[in-house]
């Protein structure tokens, strides 16, 4: 396991906050042990949970042409048809993985291909799970193609995602599992597949990024 370089500054300063506490702790609380190691437990475990989120483990990712792999770990909680109104503009099979704030945060293709269109939006701050979050919320659309199918990705901030990272651009050629972006501290992922896509996911599934299979391509 790693750390992903999006965290690098996080558990800086963390731990500098952590290295000061603990000084103001151990001048001023020295001779107040039942108050002195409790406030450290607490920093120590909020310096680990933040290591923890930016984590980068090791996998055995799945790659395949003829599948679509999973962008982000989490929980499945949309499968439907619904009308893509941003770049399509018709009919297509929506996929939405919500990350909760201990899942890994990398999003992932999946599949090869071209970057076709990239766009970033400006929003609010809906929880991730709300009906509206999807075209109110901060958000980025990705839309990737090649010869045989063309999926759309779209990246949403949360309650607590404040900040959504991605790192590729139009024209840009990706392969599958390649890593497109990141988003701090909980969020969802929505995938928008054709409708003839066989879904190999249910409601309520826990996927991993880059190793689960959502589907298959046509």
Known sequence: MSIHR???KYILIASFLWAFIFWLCSKFLLDIPWLLWPINVICFLLWFWIIWFFRLPARNNTSNDNLYVAPADGKVVVIEETTETEYFKDKRLQVSIFMSPLNVHVNRCPIAGTVKYMKYHPGKYLVAWHPKSSTENERTT???S???????VRQIAGALARRICYYVKEGQQMKQNDEFGFIRFGSRVDIYFPVSTK???????????GVTVLGSIA
């Open 146 to 152: 090649n010869n045989r199918t063309e999926i759309l």
């Open 199 to 209: 879904i190999d996911v249910k409601i309520g599934d826990i996927v991993q990024g």
């Open 6 to 8: 999006e965290g690098y």
């Open 142 to 144: 990705m839309v990737l």
